[in-house]
């Protein structure tokens, strides 16, 4: 009788403390979930807050050093080409149009031409409503994208590409606009030509001109076979640059 009383209380506190542990897990799980989240949610809205902050913040910095990088590009590659007369191969496109802005910005005249191929010929030919024989081209810019009926480039338009220059005797450079889909500039840096593939912004502004004013060579932009974003500034600039800082400094009335 006594080991079945105690048995029965045993039994009897088991439970009870089952029954307890019920009751306040119950109580618990009904106030953690709800104070856990009220956590996460202030931690999050706290987060969300703070990376706003540090957008704007980024977002005018920015903002003031693409003003001050706008204003050094336009002082630096001003009148560079001075004088100087580019021939522009390009469509319909865009591609074109940015490159003969670039090059006016830098002071030189341009003469757009369409390359086109003599299907009776089988050969290359360049149209331009002017004259092209009786110009005297400091340089040569192609914007042209030479593809097949399969989205192949076309080798012989490099091989034609290489008679005009020759012909011309001038360096004959490539710009697209960022062509990561179909890298033309890579293709035509295997056959011996220049260029970027930043057409468009103040990267490829500044690669074109100094490609076009310089004994600079390589490819300029994105992609891993790039060369570097643009090329560093020619020593012949800074060369001329360091010639009229020490003239200026030798005529000045304080000297």
Do not use: C
Not at 72 to 79: H, R, V
């Amino acid at each position: 009788m006594y080991n079945m009383r105690y048995h029965l209380a045993s039994l009897i506190a088991v439970f009870l403390a089952l029954t307890i542990g019920l009751i306040l897990g119950g109580l618990i799980s009904e106030r953690a979930p709800e104070t856990v989240h009220e956590t996460l949610l202030e931690n999050i809205e706290r987060d969300i807050a703070q990376t706003r902050e540090a957008n704007t913040q980024l977002r005018e910095a920015n903002v003031i050093a693409f003003d001050f990088a706008d204003m050094l590009l336009d002082d630096f590659l001003a009148d560079r080409l001075e004088g100087e007369t580019v021939l522009v191969l390009g469509s319909g496109n865009s591609g074109a149009d940015l490159a003969t802005e670039a090059i006016t910005a830098a002071g030189a005249q341009t003469i757009h031409a369409v390359p086109e191929f003599d299907e009776e010929a089988q050969s290359w030919t360049i149209v331009s409503e002017q004259n092209l024989d009786v110009v005297e081209f400091s340089g040569i810019v192609n914007t042209f994208v030479p593809t097949g009926e399969g989205g192949e480039y076309l080798s012989d338009y490099m091989v034609y590409l290489r008679s005009v220059q020759e012909y011309y005797d001038v360096s004959l450079i490539f710009a697209t606009i960022d062509d990561e889909s179909n890298d033309l500039i890579v293709f035509a840096q295997e056959e011996g030509f220049s260029g970027t593939n930043q057409l468009g912004n103040r990267y490829g502004t500044y690669a074109l001109v100094v490609l076009l004013g310089s004994d600079t060579t390589g490819k300029f932009g994105s992609g891993d076979t790039a060369d570097g974003l643009y090329p560093p500034v020619p020593l012949t600039w800074m060369d001329e640059d360091a010639e009229e800082i020490e003239e200026a400094e030798q005529s000045s009335p304080d000297q």
